[in-house]
């Protein structure tokens, strides 16, 4: 039997409260007042216009929505925009450079055709990014790169051209700081 709660109309909506965050969002601070149940991932793409985020199961499992929080992987799906708040955020936009050349990783991607429908791709690529640029050595072997990406689903590869890809994103990185390094 369905039971009623004494006085309270049962279309009863009580709006959310909302809070104003202020985020440095891929090198930009940009403030915004949003409901304090607002996810970072929507708050990413509908905010801010950043679909680059993709959101997949909504509940840390698949990895489609990963981006860097502070340097460091994380789930935006499982991150209140309130509690992203003064925090450094970086998404897949960032990656690319002003004249659209590629990121290391991203053309390590192309180069070794690791994504069929992309769909995981943004989140598989800020995770092996944020792997590349912390401190010290990683694991490239397959195991090692394996564990790497276990928390990015992936519903069309099969995998074993992301394991090329990062090894490969690693070379070119490689690649890259000793080029920066002889000038
Ligand atoms: S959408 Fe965040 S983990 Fe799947
Ligand atoms: S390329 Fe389709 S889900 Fe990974």
Known sequence: MTQR?????????????????RLHVNGEEVERTVSVRMLLSDFLRHELGLTGTHVGCEHGVCGACTVMIDGRAGRSCLTLAVQANGHEIRTVESLAGPEGDLHPVQEAFKDCHALQC??????????????????????????????????????????????????????????????????
Not at 129 to 146: C, F, M
Request: hydrophobic share 35%; glycine share 10%; charged share 20%.
């Open 5 to 21: 709660v004494a006085n309270v109309p049962v279309n009863a909506v009580s709006p959310d409260p909302t809070a104003t965050v």
């Open 118 to 183: 992309g769909y995981c791709t943004p989140g598989m690529i800020m995770n092996v990014v944020s792997h590349l640029e912390a401190d010290g050595d990683l694991d490239l072997t397959d195991e090692g790169i394996r564990d790497m990406l276990s928390g990015n689903l992936c519903r069309c590869t099969g995998y074993l051209n992301i394991v090329s890809a990062v090894r490969r994103a690693a070379e070119l990185t490689e690649q890259s700081h000793t080029e920066q390094a002889g000038g």
